[in-house]
């Protein structure tokens, strides 16, 4: 009888461990996912402020940025199509964001519509899908990988 009770506590703390554990597991994620969203609207949001500060924080010093066209750029590329009006937008509208997390690595992936976007003076309005790789180092979030794909309307 004292076996079955001691057993009995036993798997009961382990499970009690478990859930604990997974809850930390998942408030993690989730202010991680909160984090990120915030930071994915703030960097599609400069490009209707004009605001390339945005870029300095939030792109990684090597970011990969693929665009609608298959232009690679990097991070002196961005920030200088946003301060010289280059790459701009009268407004821009984010749909089915998802973001997931993957310890200090997260994947956002969304679509969105650009109205008055243009870059180079050409008007480039229309819907996109982005999806965006972060990383995590010191408490700070920033974008190590970027690819832009328009959606063709039939």
Not at 9 to 16: D, E, G, P, R, S
Not at 71 to 80: L, P, Q, R, W, Y
């Amino acid at each position: 009888m004292h076996t079955r009770y001691t057993t009995g506590l036993f798997v009961l703390a382990v499970l009690t461990l478990g859930m604990l554990a997974g809850h930390s597991a998942w408030a993690q994620g989730s202010s991680a996912e909160k984090a990120v969203t915030q930071l994915e609207k703030e960097w599609n949001q400069c490009l209707v402020s004009g605001d390339a500060s945005v870029i300095e924080r939030v792109e990684s010093p090597d970011i990969i940025n693929t665009g609608w066209g298959g232009a690679v750029t990097n991070k002196t590329k961005d920030i200088e199509d946003v301060r010289s009006h280059n790459l701009t937008a009268a407004s821009i509208t984010l749909d089915d964001f998802k973001v997931r997390t993957y310890g200090h690595t997260a994947v956002a992936t969304y679509s969105f519509t650009g109205k008055g976007f243009k870059y180079n003076g050409q008007d480039i309005s229309g819907k996109y899908r982005e999806t965006d790789t972060w990383v995590e180092s010191g408490g700070k979030w920033q974008i190590v990988a970027a690819q832009t794909t328009k959606i063709e309307q039939p």
